[in-house]
């Protein structure tokens, strides 16, 4: 994360302290963890519903485009023996040519001119995944700063805790454990998981 989006998340803390604050938002103020819960569910649906939307023009720009399709489900002979994972890989992670950049489906847009109708729509899409993303960021905000006010615990344990179980979840990365594949991402994840539980 740049220093711009840190100061930006510093400042969208602040913001949601202020509403929560006294003197703050009499609607906000009146919330509950029970009453936002409704607001994390409509927020993720609203989250997939555009990411679907964007995934759907870019199907079309691929057609127009005479490239392949996107396919989200594994590549052929791609297994795994987590059932509950990786059953739909839309970004196809086993490809040996995947590029996380090509785009959010893993399947090339190519390039070239597309009518101006597609064009809009796509820049519409785009537009519409980032403002969700942003309503949905609020709320575990909203929740963090709301269960600091009533004293549950703090904003920066939910941050420290993500954090570390990251950092723990993936030896891979900033540890010394060597993995050849995402299915060893996936069983060395499931290792550790389980080893927490009994700790």
Known sequence: MDTRAQERCGELVAVVRRLLAPGGCPWDR???LASLRQYVQEEAAEVVAAIDRLLAVQERMRE???LPLSNPLPPEG???RHEHKGKLHAHHPAREDFSQ???ASGAPLGSGELPPE????HAAALEELRLELGDLLLQPL???VLAETTGYFTLDSILQGITEKLIRRH???FGDVVVDSAEDVLTNWEAIKRREKHE
Do not use: D
């Open 101 to 103: 950049a090509a785009s």
């Open 118 to 121: 597609l064009e809009s729509e």
């Open 171 to 173: 030896p891979h990365v």
């Open 142 to 144: 909203l929740l963090g």
């Open 30 to 32: 009146e919330q509950t």
């Open 64 to 66: 127009l485009r005479g």
């Open 78 to 80: 791609f297994a795994t």
